[in-house]
């Protein structure tokens, strides 16, 4: 159980392929000889990226332009992949962006949208794409959550809750499906240098992770693969955020909380 093995009419379902991780792990899956399907709402981004992976790996690469926050672009989906004559071998919930500030103080529009693309798309998609993999005894679903998900975190409280929603959803999914042969892993990366922190503005973990212990896109998507291909319920990047959520996990929360709402400003 793991990546299923490439085939011409399956594909990768990389949601928010057009930057950061998302284009990383596509590049990623294109190496291992994956099709790829390109999903985001910059159009030409996801293009170029789509034109790289044909040309560098001969993999066929598809766009699907779609804004993920939208119940009726998400509920398209399926019929655009099966109109390009493609079945979803593996579905990569990756686009997102996070928030940051005291919630009294949020644009609760914002908060909203940022739980429909990082929590329904995810239960959206993962429901319509997951089905046919445990009909066919075969898929993998690789959802990106966050080392902010280990911890309910002060000033990015909507954010860390996601996240958390994504690493509980996607340890009960594991469980379920394993006796299908489908692999499901969550990657919970520490800080990654990437659009993120321009889209989502200053945020306090830019403050409080040192910088030596910020990977790269790179291997975020390495080891992201790596993790799926042995069915590993989680995988963190880079060690020293390893030692991080370690000694996260002994420390409870009543210590955690306050020294983390001193720090995270
Ligand atoms: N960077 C970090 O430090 C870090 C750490 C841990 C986890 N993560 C998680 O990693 C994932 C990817 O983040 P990143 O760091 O790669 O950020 P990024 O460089 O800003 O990329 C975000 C991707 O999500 C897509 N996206 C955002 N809103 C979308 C929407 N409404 N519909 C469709 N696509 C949308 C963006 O594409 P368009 O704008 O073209 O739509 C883009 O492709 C996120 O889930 C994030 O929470 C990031």
């Known amino acids: 159980m793991g990546l299923p093995e490439p085939r011409t009419d399956g594909t990768a379902f990389v949601t928010g392929a057009s930057a950061g991780i998302g284009a990383e792990i596509a590049r990623e899956l294109a190496r291992r000889g994956h099709g790829v399907t390109l999903v985001a709402r910059r159009r030409e981004r996801l293009e170029e990226l789509a034109a790289e992976l044909s040309d560098g790996h001969g993999v066929r690469a598809e766009v699907l332009p779609a804004d993920l926050t939208d119940p009726g672009a ?3 989906l399926p019929a655009r992949v099966e109109a390009l004559g493609l079945e979803v071998d ?3 919930n990756n686009a ?3 928030t940051s500030g005291c919630f009294h103080q949020a644009d ?11 929590v329904e798309a995810v239960v959206d998609l993962t429901g319509r794409f997951l089905p046919p993999m445990v009909e066919r005894r075969s898929g993998a679903v690789l959802n990106v959550a966050s080392t ?7 000033r990015m ?8 929603w994504a690493r509980s ?3 009960a999914v594991h469980e379920e499906v394993k006796r299908f042969g489908i692999a499901v892993t969550a990657l919970c990366p520490g800080p990654v240098e990437t659009e993120f922190f321009d889209v989502s503005g200053p945020t306090p973990i830019e403050n409080v992770i040192p910088k030596p212990a910020w990977v790269d896109a790179e291997l975020c998507a390495r080891v992201a693969l790596d993790g799926l291909e042995r069915n590993r319920v989680e995988v963190v990047p880079g060690r020293a955020m390893q030692a991080i959520v370690a000694a ?4 409870p929360h009543e210590v955690r909380g306050p020294l983390f709402g001193r720090f995270f400003r």
């Open 169 to 171: 959803f996607t340890q």
């Open 90 to 92: 593996v579905l990569v």
């Open 96 to 98: 997102g962006f996070g």
């Open 157 to 164: 409280a909507g954010y860390g809750a996601a996240k958390a």
């Open 148 to 154: 902010a998900g280990y911890a309910a975190l002060p």
């Open 74 to 76: 998400r509920a398209a």
């Open 108 to 118: 609760v529009e914002r908060e909203i949208q940022q739980v429909r693309i990082l």
């Open 248 to 251: 996260g996990r002994v420390t």
